[in-house]
């Protein structure tokens, strides 16, 4: 059982890697289409969307970082690196959702956002599936962790699209900044795991 376990550790190590970099490139041409997208429309909930890309971006080169050593010490740096990251997403999004409803800042119509965000959330939750079989194979929570990230960024491309959708079908100016607050309660929840873990 050790030798089959040390056999394949190596496959799933390049299976890690390989979600990465897909990760990693997606998010490259993401934060290119939401800025674009984000201008156009004027719209709070694509430019925090692309804000998360980036922290997306950083969190796989943090996985990326990870699988290439070994080491508790190294793990604990890894998983405070992608909590910090989540921090930063919750804050930015809270604030910026916040100050868009205060002044009733109403966005245009984003077709570009609607597509971009629907096959998004299509390829992040495949991603995150992928991720998390293979860091629970690897019994790596680092790469478990990262997964959950990704996770939550289909999530938020979801609610994205669907704060985009109610925009542009019903008018409901709204529902775009409040979909940046969908993602606060999940990016809080993850940095109360990585920090607080047991609480």
């Not at 890309?53 to 740096?77: C, D, N």
């Not at 390829?123 to 079989?133: P, Y």
């Not at 680092?142 to 019903?170: P, S």
């Amino acid at each position: 059982m050790i030798g089959r376990d040390a056999r394949a550790r190596p496959a799933l190590l390049r299976r890690g890697f390989a979600l990465e970099y897909a990760t990693l490139g997606w998010n490259v041409v993401g934060i290119a289409v939401l800025a674009v997208a984000a201008i156009g429309a004027r719209s709070v909930a694509l430019a925090g969307f692309g804000l998360d890309s980036l922290i997306e971006i950083g969190a796989s080169t943090v996985v990326i970082w990870e699988l290439s050593g070994t080491g508790a010490e190294r793990q604990r740096r890894a998983l405070r690196l992608i909590g910090a990251g989540f921090a930063l997403l919750a804050l930015y999004l809270l604030a910026q959702s916040t100050w868009v409803l205060a002044a009733g800042s109403h966005p245009r119509h984003s077709p570009l956002g609607i597509a971009w965000t629907a096959v998004t959330a299509a390829v992040m939750v495949a991603l995150a599936a992928g991720k998390t079989r293979t860091g629970t194979a690897l019994d790596n929570p680092v790469l478990r962790t990262e997964g959950r990230v990704t996770l939550v960024d289909g999530l938020l491309a979801a609610a994205v699209l669907l704060g985009l959708i109610l925009n542009a079908l019903a008018g409901w100016w709204w529902a775009d900044p409040a979909a940046g607050y969908v993602l606060v309660y999940y990016a809080a929840r993850e940095v109360k795991e990585i920090f607080l873990p047991g609480h």
